[in-house]
């Protein structure tokens, strides 16, 4: 299995709603990735875990709260959120092992979008 | 000045022609190097993936990699309709800070059959 899976593929919640996107890799990667994209720009990196503890957390506002609850599975957790919000958010794996590669997979995305 | 600088485009092409998509970057200490391809309304897909100096050949795409002159290079031959998509360049820099990779702004290519 090569692929990152990501559910759902599409989500509309309202500023006051709370949900989690969902994303799971079966590569046995040990680094897992959390990007926002806006449309034409490329992704922005969000978050980090190596070995399922968080590694980075790039300054992100706290209404999206990671979780990682093995090494397969990365949740990002949404509240409160703001229509700037909406963008497509992209979750990614890399082995992640010490000296090896560092190529980041990506999953298909889930497009947010917040009214 | 970006730490990595791509240009955007839109480049169009005609099918069956070379296409030269490229990037610079600004900082020396960077040692991995990628190009991911995205269709649009999809995630990135990597495509070439390079260590430090040289050059990677996989089917229709060559990337080269100097580091003397910071710049990095991703050919396409014969190129076809289906390459239509955005193609972007990311770096990263050597452990333990190898998970924080930087991207290009992405270049938006077109082949035209």
């Known amino acids: 299995d090569t692929e990152v899976t990501q559910t759902p593929k599409h989500l509309v919640m309202g500023m006051t709603n709370k949900k989690s996107l969902k994303c799971e890799q079966h590569?046995?990667?040990?680094?897992m990735y959390w990007y926002k994209q806006k449309a034409k720009k490329p992704p922005e990196l969000m978050f980090v875990?190596?070995?399922?503890?968080?590694?980075i957390n790039e300054s992100v506002p706290s209404r999206f709260s990671p979780e990682c609850p093995n090494s397969s599975l990365l949740n990002l957790h949404l509240h409160a959120l703001q229509p700037e919000d909406s963008a497509l958010y992209l979750c990614?794996?890399?082995?992640?092992?010490?000296?090896?590669?560092?190529?980041?997979?990506f999953g298909p995305g889930t497009r947010l979008t917040v009214l | 000045q970006k730490e990595v600088e791509q240009d955007p485009g839109p480049l169009s092409v005609p099918e069956g022609a070379i296409v030269s998509l490229n990037c610079t970057y600004s900082?020396?200490?960077?040692?991995?190097f990628m190009w991911y391809r995205q269709y649009s309304r999809k995630g990135p897909e990597l495509l070439m993936y390079?260590?430090?100096?040289g050059n990677k050949e996989d089917g229709r795409f060559t990337a080269q990699v100097d580091k003397s002159s910071k710049y990095i290079s991703l050919f396409i031959r014969d190129s076809q309709p289906s390459d239509s998509a955005t193609y972007l360049c990311a770096m990263a820099l050597p452990q333990p800070s190898n998970n924080d990779m930087r991207f290009g702004a992405g270049t938006r290519l077109t082949v035209k059959p």
């Open positions: 990614a794996s890399s082995p992640g092992l010490a000296g090896g590669g560092n190529e980041q997979f």
């Open positions: 590569m046995g990667h040990r680094a």
């Open positions: 390079t260590y430090s100096s």
């Open positions: 900082n020396s200490a960077f040692q991995y």
């Open positions: 875990y190596s070995y399922e503890k968080l590694s």
